[in-house]
């Protein structure tokens, strides 16, 4: 039943955005393990497209943040405000105050208003003036950035961007997309309409479905080995990416590894994790939280690269036996 919903969300998502099946993916791994999602892509690639259309596709409170440098974290949380009519301050909630957080060009606002937001995402409440509030549930922000224009930016940190479940990069449409996408948006008769199909309860319903998830021992421990390959290369045989790597995967990668297998394995049908779950994820969990040196960018070398000479170096057969 919830595999069939969740069908009908991607295809009501795929009536406006064409040849972004991996994005959508990833932002309901997202919404159904609580993890907070960081789409970075040129512009143009449907990021915004989709995240709004996702929002409109779930019966949730969705809010869109356009950052800018002069953006204060007042105008995101919310301040105290004067009323003369009472002579009293009164609390004017923020943006942040929704259930799905659209932080558009999230790098182009000052560390301030980034402290602001990943303290929220971190925390899930809001202190304004004396006063904390807890943010509704579920909260999900889903940050975009571009990579290409660093004039009048400001880089996320790393400790920061360790923050979000997923750093998902998005590349360009296949020719036969594109050719869809022009068609559609030329026509001056095209529908961005599409109908509702979750609500809270059934994501509430679906998080606990997916908690029920079973990952056999060995994948627990294929998705360590995995991550402690990244801290140290040596032990691992790696001896040519080590001279790469500044600092390994954080313990939050292997939460990640884990509740991101269970989710791909439920939407796929099943009640239990393969290797290849922890597999077809690895590369998003992973890719924002190996942190490479100047030798890396000088060489050329980028921790996609790594992460797929880290997962032939550690072959799922080792794991074999596992259903």
């Keep these: 039943m919830h595999q069939e919903k969740i069908q009908e969300v991607i295809q009501e998502v795929k009536k406006i955005v064409v040849g972004q099946d991996k994005m959508v993916n990833r932002l309901l791994i997202g919404l159904f393990t609580n993890g907070h999602i960081l789409l970075e892509g040129v512009p143009g690639l449907a990021k915004t497209l989709t995240v709004n259309t996702l929002s409109q596709v779930l019966h949730l409170d969705f809010k869109r943040i356009q950052f800018t440098p002069d953006l204060l974290p007042s105008d995101l949380v919310g301040t105290m405000i004067y009323n003369q009519l009472n002579a009293n301050f009164e609390v004017k909630k923020g943006p942040i105050f929704s259930n799905i957080i659209l932080a558009d060009e999230v790098n182009r606002s000052p560390a301030k208003v980034q402290s602001a937001l990943l303290e929220a995402m971190q925390e899930k409440q809001v202190t304004i003036g004396e006063t904390t509030f807890t943010l509704d549930k579920p909260f999900l922000v889903l940050a975009t950035q571009n990579p290409v224009d660093q004039e009048g930016t400001y880089p996320l ?162 794991v074999a036996g596992v259903r």
């Excluded at 077809?280 to 890396?296: G, P, S, T, W």
């Design 157 to 318: 940190p790393e400790a920061q961007v360790d923050r979000f479940m997923m750093k998902v990069n998005i590349d360009y449409p296949s020719k036969s997309d594109e050719l869809e996408v022009m068609r559609r948006m030329t026509n001056a008769h095209f529908s961005s309409e599409v109908n509702p199909i979750l609500n809270k309860e059934d994501i509430f319903a679906i998080r606990n479905a997916i908690n029920e998830v079973q990952i056999a021992e060995a994948l627990e421990n294929y998705i360590i080995e995995l991550v402690f390959s990244t801290r140290f290369p040596e032990k691992y045989g790696m001896q040519e990416e080590a001279k790469y790597i500044q600092f390994g995967a954080s313990p939050r990668a292997s939460i990640n590894l884990n509740l991101a297998a269970k989710a791909t394995a439920f939407m796929e049908g099943r009640d239990y994790v393969l290797p290849e779950d922890i597999k077809a994820i690895a590369e998003d969990v992973l890719n924002h939280r190996i942190i490479l040196n100047y030798e890396a960018e000088a060489d050329n070398v980028s921790t996609r690269d790594l992460i797929h000479k880290i997962l032939d170096k550690i072959p799922l057969n080792k």
